[in-house]
T-cell receptor
Framework: TQLLEQSPQFLSIQEGENLTVYCNSS?????LQWYRQEPGEGPVLLVT?????EVKKLKRLTFQFGDARKDSSLHITAAQPGDTGLYLC?????????????FGKGTLLTVNP | DAGITQSPRHKVTETGTPVTLRCHQT?????MYWYRQDPGHGLRLIHY???????DKGEVSDGYSVSRSKTEDFLLTLESATSSQTSVYFC??????????????FGPGTRLTVL
């Protein structure tokens, strides 16, 4: 069983602060995706990273894939209340199968005004 | 947004009754997935399909069956619902399910309560 460990599980910060969320595994993945989920809705894909060491930016969000393709991080600069939600990482190709994604349990972020 | 709908959106049923959830897509994607999401467990794969009439089990498939008779519809059936199957169920679709770019697009979810 491939596992993705996310940390922290919960994060409550004030508007304007910076934060980093981590996604770690002992397994190698062919790609890693980040999703955001709001209450009562399905997850929405934010980004996919494929190459070891890859960095992608989406406005105030910066995503990085570890050199060994076993871990990833999401950094948010100057968080806004609209960033509130459950952030999920998901790995493809774990265990040799690209058909399935392995999901972490998520980081619940609350940004207070 | 990907054209993916789920029905019903909410359902309350009693233990022992069969329940069928429907996922419908208008994207013509080959791959479709059923997940359940529970506190403390995250998203767990129940079954997935890699084509019409082609399905396979995920990590929590016991008590569930699926069918896919056409590209756009993927049905999840709880043969005899139990309280442990109370959950939020998500359908997802992907155009590249067999590749490293297995990016999935999720439906809005079905909240199922089994009394």
């Amino acid at each position: 069983t491939q596992l993705l460990e996310q940390s922290p599980q919960f994060l409550s910060i004030q508007e304007g602060e910076n934060l980093t969320v981590y996604c770690n595994s002992s397994s190698v993945f062919s790609s890693l995706q980040w999703y955001r989920q709001e209450p009562g809705e399905g997850p929405v894909l934010l980004v996919t990273v494929v190459t070891g060491g890859e960095v992608k930016k989406l406005k105030r969000l910066t995503f990085q894939f570890g050199d060994a393709r076993k871990d990833s991080s999401l950094h948010i600069t100057a968080a806004q209340p609209g960033d509130t939600g459950l952030y999920l990482c998901a790995g493809a190709g774990g265990g040799g199968s690209n058909y399935k994604l392995t999901f972490g349990k998520g980081t619940l972020l609350t940004v207070n005004p | 947004d990907a054209g993916i709908t789920q029905s019903p959106r909410h359902k309350v049923t009693e233990t022992g009754t069969p329940v069928t959830l429907r996922c419908h897509q208008t994207e013509n994607h080959r791959y479709m997935y059923w997940y359940r999401q529970d506190p403390g467990h995250g998203l767990r794969l129940i079954h997935y399909s890699y084509g019409v009439k082609d399905t396979d089990k995920g990590e929590v498939s016991d008590g569930y069956s699926v069918s896919r008779s056409k590209t756009e519809d993927f049905l999840l059936t709880l043969e005899s619902a139990t309280s442990s199957q109370t959950s939020v169920y998500f359908c997802a679709i992907s155009g590249f399910g067999g590749t490293s770019r297995n990016e999935q697009f999720f439906g809005p979810g079905t909240r199922l309560t089994v009394l």
